[in-house]
């Protein structure tokens, strides 16, 4: 579906981004995992050419998006941002109104859509008259989401989307977002400096290290099998609790069984690792 | 008379008038502010493009702003003539910056973020624009708007000095006249006018983000008719243009004792005394009013008209003087009047030409006139104490200061402050009375009319001769101020109408009255 090959991005002469490459097939969701300056905001704004390349190219559904016309491209591709970046001055329905008007929907399409959206992202229909200021941060950031997948584009790119929100909202929202029946079947590009969200919702995680990609697999690869001591090391404070939820037993993770206290089973994940 | 007459009086009489003024003053301000938002704007979006062009454009733009307004419609003459051009040209000028600046600080100041989303959802550069960058600079550049306005208000007051009306008019006509019924009939207007643009700007600045898009379709519309009020004077099918300043429109001796005693019946702008030589000079205008001593009447090849029925008093020059200075230094009389009888008018009218047309300095042709009549000294040493001499602002007021600065110095131990250029008849004489000059030249008409205005009756009993004026004026001056006039210095510098020789000897005018009779003839 997306092909990054090559890839690369001088700011001031200095390489931001570095001959990166990865693939990332249909309704999967990849994580550009990494600390901030580490190029992987700049990998993302390259797919929909909001920075263009110096060296590399991106490919979608085997077409060059080099060739393509920005603005065009742009409106077949979602765009989540950190802060949300809704427009002050647009109601929530307007800011939702943006594409579908750019692609040039009719009023009853876009309206049934909006409602269709509004209701799935569990937003009171009455929010959609309300200017972006009068919401919650987490109202905010789901009216963010509503407005990348008006147009029900194909791919969806996240860039930081649950930056701006507090531990427990953003923990929340994430879940809903991973259970949200929209989501499920787009491929997804997101960008996170934050290794559990990366574990929970990456199909597969590529970690990004001074523009350049230090490994790139299934959470389970960078977990059990870190190709570098970097690797093993970025993750090396959160080990404990993500290996308790990729380690499976009985078609339960180590972590679920933790939270409903069957601690009996438990023991009998723990003993089997020391065995 | 005119003192026992109220404002609210004055303006209802004036009605007629103070609505024609407020119309042209809204539409030179208007107008002008259409023309600064339709550059401004789009220049302040491009220098919030284009960065590195911000401080070159905003720098020139700052610099046109802090040319002082009087010498902005002074420069604007040779270019544009008189009138409304100019003067909307010069308030065009002075709305750039307030309008550009906003605009480059309200599309700069919009968060990035929106305009990333804005991008990365695929509009345009031209939708982002006018759909979010605009909109969401809209009250930030509404303030520069509403900035440029009232100071607008304010400036266009000085359009009456180049004959483009407004409310300045009755403003300066005022303060010259020493009418405060007519300055605040031109004053409070514009200042309500200032507070009511105001307002109404600030209403639409606060119109709720969502509107403003109709807004942006509504204003210039609105502006455009407003301005469609607009009607200007000027030169109509051929016939004749007089422009007078607000002093002369005014006064019993000027406009009115023309249209009184002669009957003239003329079309009218106001315009100021700088302007006025050149303008008729440049047949912009046919008619003025002068100074018969004035060397811009030889600069610009003016013939004054013959004032066949008198209405004119004689303007003799002589220095009025505090009686205090005058008792505590004695020697000042004595050397203030080695000037008297040496300046008849057409000594004063050379001196002024050397002046005004071949740009020598008033001291120059001070010390030039002075040498060559033997009364040059070199300074003796100073320090018994300072004299301060207050002249009006034309040629010959600053030569005969510099001539009696160079006299005091000269034949006493006193030293001298020039305080020049004040703005007229009335600034120089509360300057005296009040203690901040010393002495002034003044006219004996000017004593008698503008600071004594006497009335109708005691007018009419005083004979229009050189002395029964002169001693008129120094008794009352005397007798109500403290202050004394001295022995006249020579020349008589009356009021006169003026017109281009040629235009003259063609129409065969050679007075006011050949004036008056070619006007209604035609």
């Given at each position: 579906?997306?092909?990054v090959?090559n890839l690369?991005?001088k700011?001031?002469g200095?390489?931001?981004?570095d001959?990166i ?6 309704g999967?969701?990849?994580?550009l ?5 580490c190029g992987k ?27 393509q ?5 742009r409106?077949?591709?979602?765009y ?21 008007k750019?692609l040039e929907?009719?009023?009853e399409?876009i309206?049934n859509r ?6 799935k ?15 919650s941060?987490?109202?905010q950031q789901?009216?963010g989401l509503?407005?990348a997948l008006?147009a029900?584009?194909p ?15 953003r ?9 949200l029946?929209?989501?499920a079947?787009?491929?997804i ?5 934050d290794i ?6 990456g199909?597969?995680?590529c970690?990004?290290?001074?523009g350049?990609?230090?490994?790139y ?8 099998k ?12 959160h080990?404990?609790?993500?290996e308790?939820k990729?380690l ?5 993770t180590?972590w679920?069984l933790?939270e409903?206290?069957?601690l009996?089973k ?8 020391e065995? | ?5 109220s ?8 009605s ?10 809204i ?7 259409v ?6 704007v ?9 960065r590195?062009f911000?401080?070159p454009?905003?720098?020139?733009a700052g610099?046109l ?6 010498a902005?419609l002074?420069i ?5 003539g008189?009138g409304?051009?100019?003067a ?7 709305a ?7 605009t ?6 919009v ?15 031209w939708q982002i ?6 909109p ?5 550049l509404?303030a520069?708007i509403?900035?440029a ?7 266009a007051?000085l359009a009456?000095?180049?004959a ?8 300066f006509?005022?303060i010259?006249l ?9 004053a409070?207007?514009?200042a309500?006018?200032?507070v009511?643009?105001d307002f109404l ?14 807004v942006y379709?509504i204003l ?6 407003l301005?469609?009020f ?8 051929g ?8 002093e ?10 023309l ?6 019946k ?12 050149k303008a008729a000079?440049?047949?912009?205008l ?13 600069a610009?090849?003016?013939v004054t ?5 008198h ?14 200075v005058?008792k505590k ?6 050397v203030?009047?080695?000037l ?7 000594e004063?009218?050379?001196l ?5 047309k071949l740009?020598?300095s008033p001291?120059k042709?001070?010390?030039d006139f002075l040498?060559?009549h033997?009364l040059l000294?070199p ?8 004299i301060r001499?207050?002249s ?5 007021q ?5 001539m009696?600065?160079m006299l005091?110095r000269?034949?006493s131990?006193?030293?001298?402050e020039?305080?020049?250029g004040?703005?007229g ?7 005296l009375?009040n ?5 002034y030249?003044?006219y ?6 503008v ?22 004026v ?7 101020f ?7 210095i ?8 003026m017109?281009r ?10 007075s006011?009255t050949?004036?008056?009779?070619h006007?209604?003839?035609n």
């Amino acid at each position: 579906m997306i092909k990054v090959e090559n890839l690369s991005k001088k700011f001031d002469g200095k390489l931001a981004v570095d001959q990166i490459s990865f693939e990332v097939g249909v309704g999967e969701t990849m994580v550009l995992l990494g600390t901030s300056g580490c190029g992987k905001t700049t990998t993302l704004r390259m797919i929909n050419r909001l920075i263009e390349p110096d060296g590399g190219s991106v490919y979608i559904d085997q077409e060059n998006v080099g060739g393509q016309q920005p603005e065009l491209l742009r409106r077949r591709i979602g765009y989540v941002l950190q802060n949300h970046g809704l427009f002050p001055h647009y109601t929530v329905l307007e800011n939702m109104s943006v594409v579908p008007k750019l692609l040039e929907w009719d009023k009853e399409k876009i309206r049934n859509r909006s409602m269709e959206l509004l209701d799935k992202l569990k937003l009171d229909s009455t929010l959609g008259k309300q200017y972006p200021s009068a919401l919650s941060g987490g109202q905010q950031q789901r009216v963010g989401l509503a407005r990348a997948l008006m147009a029900d584009p194909p791919i969806l790119l996240m860039d930081e989307p649950f930056g701006a929100l507090d531990n427990i909202t953003r923990a929340d929202i994430r879940r809903e977002f991973t259970e949200l029946d929209e989501l499920a079947k787009k491929t997804i590009i997101l960008v996170t400096h934050d290794i559990q969200e990366a574990f929970e919702m990456g199909d597969k995680i590529c970690l990004m290290d001074k523009g350049k990609v230090m490994q790139y697999g299934t959470p389970e690869e960078l977990l059990f099998k870190p190709q570098s001591a970097f690797v093993a090391s970025f993750l090396k404070e959160h080990k404990l609790l993500l290996e308790l939820k990729f380690l499976k037993m009985g078609g339960h993770t180590a972590w679920e069984l933790l939270e409903q206290l069957e601690l009996g089973k438990l023991k009998e994940i723990l003993f089997t690792l020391e065995g | 008379m005119e003192e026992s007459q109220s404002l609210g009086q004055f303006m209802v009489q004036q009605s007629g008038k103070l609505f024609s003024q407020t119309l042209t003053h809204i539409s030179l301000t208007l107008l002008s502010m259409v023309f600064a938002i339709a550059i401004a704007v789009p220049l302040g979006i491009w220098i919030a493009r284009r960065r590195r062009f911000s401080g070159p454009v905003l720098g020139f733009a700052g610099i046109l702003q802090t040319i002082p307004s009087i010498a902005l419609l002074g420069i604007m003459i040779p270019f544009l003539g008189i009138g409304p051009k100019p003067a909307i040209l010069a308030l065009f000028l002075y709305a750039l910056l307030p309008v550009i600046r906003n605009t480059y600080t309200g599309i700069t100041g919009v968060d990035p973020v929106v305009v990333d989303a804005a991008k990365g959802m695929g509009m345009s550069n031209w939708q982002i624009l006018i759909k979010v960058e605009l909109p969401l600079a809209f009250p930030v550049l509404m303030a520069g708007i509403r900035t440029a306005t009232v100071i607008n208000v304010g400036v266009a007051t000085l359009a009456a000095y180049i004959a483009a009306g407004g409310l300045g008019e009755f403003i300066f006509g005022g303060i010259a006249l020493n009418n405060s019924n007519m300055i605040l009939a031109g004053a409070i207007p514009a200042a309500l006018l200032a507070v009511m643009l105001d307002f109404l700007l600030s209403r639409v600045q606060q119109l709720s983000l969502k509107r403003v898009r109709m807004v942006y379709l509504i204003l210039p519309f609105l502006f455009v008719l407003l301005c469609s009020f607009y009607f200007l004077p000027s030169k109509i099918g051929g016939r004749m243009l007089a422009g007078f300043t607000p002093e002369f429109m005014g006064r019993q001796d000027g406009y009115i004792g023309l249209k009184e005693v002669y009957k003239l019946k003329i079309e009218t702008v106001v315009i100021s005394d700088a302007v006025k030589y050149k303008a008729a000079y440049e047949g912009k205008l046919d008619v003025i009013d002068g100074y018969s001593t004035d060397g811009r009447l030889k600069a610009f090849d003016l013939v004054t008209l013959k004032d066949d029925q008198h209405i004119f008093p004689p303007y003799y020059a002589a220095p009025v003087v505090r009686q205090a200075v005058l008792k505590k230094y004695p020697e000042l009389e004595m050397v203030l009047n080695k000037l008297s009888g040496l300046l008849n008018d057409e000594e004063m009218t050379r001196l002024n030409y050397d002046v005004d047309k071949l740009k020598q300095s008033p001291e120059k042709v001070a010390s030039d006139f002075l040498s060559a009549h033997h009364l040059l000294q070199p300074a003796l040493p100073g320090g018994k104490g300072i004299i301060r001499i207050g002249s009006k602002v034309f040629g010959e007021q600053y030569i005969l200061a510099q001539m009696y600065k160079m006299l005091i110095r000269g034949y006493s131990h006193l030293d001298v402050e020039t305080k020049t250029g004040l703005g007229g008849t009335q600034i120089c004489f509360d300057a005296l009375k009040n203690d901040q000059i010393d002495l002034y030249p003044e006219y004996t008409g000017t004593g008698l009319l503008v600071i004594l205005h006497p009335s109708p009756s005691v007018l009419n009993g005083i004979p229009k001769d050189k002395d029964a004026v002169f001693n008129y004026v120094k008794k009352e001056f005397n007798h109500q101020f403290n202050l004394t006039w001295l022995k006249p210095i020579g020349f008589n510098n009356s009021y006169a109408l003026m017109m281009r020789r040629k235009q003259a000897a063609n129409l065969n005018i050679k007075s006011i009255t050949d004036l008056v009779h070619h006007l209604n003839e035609n």
